[in-house]
């Protein structure tokens, strides 16, 4: 069966400084990937997205930058972070199925920018 | 473009009522929708999907939705609310074959 793995499970970071998310599936080959933020309070916000490897869509203009160095590896990072990154990071990951491509859904990353 | 509405932010039910959170969305046709469930500090969970099959779609935990083109809705109930079943529930459609496009959540709350 197919597993996501995100890391770390919760960061507190303070502002200006680097980041580094990790998110790993397990169970299934060249998948698409995603990365999202969930800001308190407010509902899921894509950021981006990746069909194949070094193939990165970007969604939202910001200061996060995302990588796909192998088939089954997603990376969000930044080279600073700012006060408003602070959120809630969701992965995922999705094939196709049927007709339609159903997202599966990683434990988050909980990161505070203080 | 799609986009989905969830009315109301917050509902709170007593243990044993009906449970309904209401979904509306607007895309060009087929909409494919979803139901997801958060509960804290958690990723979300898949409860039910809408793909142009049956209107009246059947979920996990007993919950269930029906497609209603008229009224361009997804609402999505469950007959008897149980105490675990409070959480965060995100109404999303597709657009696209890559994107979901969420609401804004409702947080469920159930009262003993």
């Known amino acids: 069966s197919q597993t996501i793995h995100q890391w770390p499970a919760t960061l507190v970071q303070p502002v200006g400084s680097p980041l580094s998310l990790e998110c790993t599936v397990e169970?299934?080959?060249?998948?698409?990937l995603y990365w999202y933020r969930q800001a308190a309070g407010r509902g899921l916000q894509l950021l981006f997205y990746?069909?194949?490897?070094?193939?990165i869509s970007s969604e939202v203009p910001q200061n996060l930058s995302a990588s796909r160095p192998q088939d089954r590896q997603f990376i969000l990072s930044s080279k600073k972070l700012l006060l408003s990154d602070s959120g809630f990071y969701l992965c995922a990951w999705s094939v196709l199925d049927s007709l339609i491509y159903e997202q599966y859904f990683g434990p988050g990353t909980r990161l505070t920018v203080t | 473009a799609q986009s989905v509405t969830q009315l109301g932010s917050h509902v709170s039910v007593s243990e044993g009522a009906l449970v309904l959170l209401r979904c509306n969305y607007s895309s060009s046709v087929p909409p494919y929708l979803f139901w997801y469930v958060q509960y804290p500090n958690q990723g979300l969970q898949l409860l039910l999907k809408y793909t142009s099959a049956a209107t009246l779609v059947k979920g996990i935990n007993g919950f269930e939705a029906e497609f209603k083109k008229s009224e361009t809705s997804f609402h999505l109930t469950k007959p008897s609310a149980h105490m675990s079943d409070a959480a965060e529930y995100f109404c999303?459609?597709?657009?696209?074959?890559?994107?979901?496009?969420f609401g804004q959540g409702t947080r469920l709350t159930i009262n003993p």
């Open positions: 169970g299934t080959s060249n998948p698409n």
């Open positions: 990746s069909v194949g490897i070094g193939q």
């Open positions: 999303a459609g597709l657009q696209g074959a890559q994107k979901l496009v």
